[in-house]
């Protein structure tokens, strides 16, 4: 854990043989200087305020899924906890984003009560839970988001087919969409400079991922590499999200490759027909990470540089779109 106020402290858990010294210490990166904060827990994360006083935790719950826990008068108690669910299999949608520097409020990915996981802040004082942002369509995730130094969220997403962006920071949506302007669409926040003006962003469309630094406030933008620089002299494959309606009226996203040069007007869709691959990922409940994982889209851009349309849905049963779609798979398929 960093603080913004103790900038040259790091607290830091440690793991010894025996277990004798295993736990949390904070370390002075200015000599090395170590003092001991803990014994080991068995949290993961535990969040410290910008004094590097234990707040928060999270662990696993009785229910089979997550709980978080608040630190009051020297031990842990539990405050929240969420039952077993099939998000569980990417290691749950209801995790703590982030603690705000006073220790006073906790934020989190919450579907406690709710078919969608939402973004909630948590006030510590009451356990009062008040809801930040949500999505009709989408699970908001707790990875990608955009946290200040202040440990609020600037932005959640969810994913359908494409991301689904909620700003809670008018200026960083600003930056963000002037970022993805410049880059043609496709553009994803990964981490940001400790006093939030760089962002190191990535492009995603399909192909090799591309990153760059953004400069807040000078507005330039700098491309640094990509993953598979290999095929930097080749034309590949372009893509597009769609909306689709299976025959019971359920929507499905999806993502259609098209072989390069075979979308003249780019509206995502062929000049003329095409034979028409339909992909479907594993799982079937592990749903989210297929949209834009080398694992899978290497292989859409092979097939669509032979000739073949792709197509990459997203189907009942799957995760990331709350608890009913998941259902929905439940003795159908597709």
Same mark, same amino acid.
């Given at each position: ?40 827990? %068995? ?31 020297? *031990?842990?108690?539990?405050?929240? *906890? ?36 939402? &973004? ?57 969409? *002037? ?79 098209? %072989? ?23 799982? %079937? ?15 859409? &851009? &092979? ?10 849905? *997203? ?20």
């Amino acid at each position: 854990a960093l603080s913004p106020k103790l900038n040259t402290k790091v607290a830091v858990r440690t793991r010894t043989a025996d277990g004798k010294a295993s736990g949390l210490y904070l370390v002075d990166l200015n000599g090395g200087a170590t003092k001991w904060i803990m014994g080991e827990e %068995p949290y993961n994360p535990i969040l410290f305020s910008d004094l590097f006083d234990p707040v928060a935790a999270q662990a696993p719950g009785d229910a089979g899924g997550t709980a978080y826990f608040v630190r009051r008068n020297h *031990e842990w108690e539990k405050i929240r *906890e969420y039952p077993y669910d099939l998000s569980m299999l990417l290691g749950g949608f209801n995790r703590i984003l982030s603690l705000s520097a006073d220790g006073q409020t906790l934020y989190a990915t919450d579907n406690l009560g709710t078919d969608k996981s939402r &973004l909630v802040a948590i006030d510590l004082s009451d356990d009062q839970v008040t809801e930040l942002a949500a999505d009709e369509k989408v699970d908001l995730l707790p990875f990608g988001a955009m946290i200040d130094r202040r440990g609020k969220p600037q932005m959640v997403l969810g994913v359908y087919g494409d991301a689904r962006r909620h700003f809670l920071d008018a200026g960083a949506e600003k930056d963000f969409l *002037e970022v993805d302007e410049r880059l043609g669409g496709g553009a994803s926040y990964q981490a940001s400079s400790a006093n939030d003006s760089i962002w190191l962003m990535r492009r995603l469309s399909g192909g090799p991922t591309k990153y760059y630094t953004y400069n807040r406030q000078s507005g330039r933008l700098t491309y640094l590499f990509n993953d598979f620089p290999a095929l930097d002299g080749y034309r590949l494959a372009g893509r597009k999200a769609f909306d689709l309606k299976a025959r019971d009226g359920l929507q499905l996203p999806v993502h259609l490759y098209l %072989p390069p040069g075979a979308d003249a007007n780019d509206d995502g869709l062929p000049d003329r027909p095409l034979p028409t691959i339909l992909y479907v990922h594993g799982g %079937p409940w592990v749903g989210v990470v297929q949209w834009n994982q080398w694992f899978h889209t290497r292989n859409f &851009l &092979l097939l669509a540089d032979r000739g073949y349309a792709v197509l990459n849905v *997203e189907f009942r049963g799957s995760t990331g779109m709350g608890k009913a779609f998941a259902d929905a798979g439940d003795r159908e398929w597709g």
